[in-house]
T-cell receptor
């Protein structure tokens, strides 16, 4: 079974630039999550999709972050403009049901200079 | 609001020694608790969940609602147990409650 795919694996940008991350969940998984993991901290949920609808985006900085889930499958997370404090690993995860085991991707490491 | 606390950032033990990774939570409802693990150069993955009440790789964890704890235990640590461990809480009773992670504990098992 193919796992959760994420790209790019690494990205370095300057502050005020924009960046986009892509995630392809495991086939058939209805729930998709984006987590932000800052160095030394646990993952923090940014946004949770159920199919193509948002069910939780309470911790998403909506002035600069946006996310969408196209046709209930792939998802993109965008940051515009980036700040230094956005440097982190962005983890995508999916689950078959909303209370089930989460399967994580390898993450996209963002460095903002 | 739900909160997960892992008081130890680092934990070192010798091979064959018992190990206990602590996890405390705060949540007013009925939670589901999980332990996730990340081995070196691997993805974050589920280790065990309290409702399964099973032992995985020799690890067990018991939910203590009185002490609001979900400590992870193994009687005899192995070198391959060295990894980052995260305790996580799902707000039970809701359909779409989010999974909240603790800060994580790095376990190092010395030969």
């Amino acid at each position: 079974e193919a796992g959760v795919a994420q790209s790019p694996r690494y990205k370095i940008i300057e502050k005020r630039q924009s960046v986009a991350f892509w995630c392809n969940p495991i086939s058939g998984h209805a729930t998709l999550y984006w987590y932000q993991q800052i160095l030394g901290q646990g993952p923090k949920l940014l946004i949770q999709f159920q199919n193509n609808g948002v069910v939780d985006d309470s911790q998403l900085p909506k002035d600069r972050f946006s996310a969408e889930r196209l046709k209930g499958v792939d998802s993109t997370l965008k940051i515009q403009p980036a700040k230094l404090e956005d440097s982190a690993v962005y983890l995508c995860a999916s689950s078959l049901v909303s209370v089930g085991e989460l399967f994580f991707g390898e993450g996209s490491r963002l460095t903002v200079l | 609001a739900q909160r997960v606390t892992q008081p130890e950032k680092l934990l070192s033990v010798f091979k064959g020694a018992p190990v206990e990774l602590k996890c405390n939570y705060s949540y007013s409802g009925s939670p589901e608790l999980f332990w996730y693990v990340q081995y070196s150069r691997q993805r974050l993955q589920l280790l065990l969940r309290h409702i399964s009440r099973e032992s995985i790789k020799g690890f067990t964890a018991d939910l203590n609602k009185g002490e609001t704890s979900f400590h992870l235990k193994k009687p005899f640590a192995q070198e391959e147990d060295s990894a980052m461990y995260y305790c996580a809480l799902h707000a039970g009773g809701t359909s779409y409650g989010k999974l909240t992670f603790g800060q994580g504990t790095i376990l190092t098992v010395h030969p």
